[in-house]
């Protein structure tokens, strides 16, 4: 089998290079008073299980690594059954921080893999289309992620004392699907680990190399589950998808 072959999947007459998603599901939920958030309700149905059934109707996904604590390995496999997640799944263990669960969560995906892109468990309201949005700008740039202008004004603070106010214009708050070149995402994460660079999403670790990310337009409704409150406002969102016409 050549090259392109390996790298590209049929979808019907379309073909597209191969992607595999890594969900970040390994976190310790600590602000959700010690209950595991992606296993708490969301109108019925699993904070992770919202998430993976995203994934699995995305056209261009074609694998879901989920890296997990080891306490939930087999919980998280019997969500993809119970809400019949297709698409092939390995849940594998994750680290101790995000950078090490994405890291080990990158070399257990598919080898010929073109692109990877790494999603929040804990964002269950991220459309299909805005996962193929950005795995298409991946396609094209190398590196994309979904985005949103930052409504409040944004202060610069030291020891409780303002030191300057960006300009809000230039601000967007960065969310998941973040979508690399495969190759690119597994040496900006293994550079990251030799530094000890405590970065904050896979965009910093690419940056740090200096290659340039692009953005797509995001969405206010593709939240982060971090507090009570939040699953309060995404139950409401996901009401009113429900109720739309």
């Known amino acids: 089998m050549g090259l392109f072959s390996r790298l590209f999947r049929r979808k019907g007459q379309a073909e597209h290079p191969l992607c595999s998603v890594i969900v970040a599901a390994a976190g310790s939920s600590s602000r959700m008073g010690g209950e595991n958030k992606l296993l708490q309700p969301l ?4 904070v992770l299980a919202h998430t993976l059934m995203a994934l699995n109707a995305s056209e261009l996904a074609d694998e879901i690594v989920v890296a997990a604590r080891e306490e939930d390995l087999l919980a998280f496999g019997d969500l993809c059954k119970i809400y019949g997640v297709t698409k092939p799944v390995k849940i ?3 680290g101790e921080t995000r950078l090490e669960s994405v890291y080990l969560a990158s070399l257990e995906c598919r080898e010929d893999a073109a692109f990877l892109a790494v999603h929040d468990g804990a964002r269950p309201l991220a459309s299909p289309d805005l996962i193929d949005r950005t795995i298409a ?3 094209r740039t190398n590196a994309a992620a979904p985005a949103v202008p930052v409504k409040d ?3 610069v603070v ?4 303002v030191e300057s106010t960006p300009d809000r214009d230039s ?3 960065i969310q998941t699907p973040q979508v690399f070149d495969a190759a690119l995402l597994r040496a900006a994460l293994e550079s990251a680990r ?3 660079e405590a970065v904050t999403d896979d965009c910093c670790a690419v940056e740090r190399l200096g290659k340039e990310i692009y953005l797509t337009d995001g969405s206010y409704e593709n939240i982060k589950i971090t507090t009570p409150e939040d699953l309060v406002l995404a139950a409401e969102l996901l009401h009113q998808r429900e109720v739309q016409p």
């Open 137 to 139: 700008l991946a396609h």
């Open 171 to 173: 601000l967007r708050a």
């Open 92 to 94: 594998v263990r994750g």
């Open 158 to 161: 030291r020891d409780g004392r």
């Open 194 to 196: 030799t530094a000890g």
């Open 43 to 46: 109108e019925g149905v699993p």
């Open 153 to 155: 004004t944004i202060k």
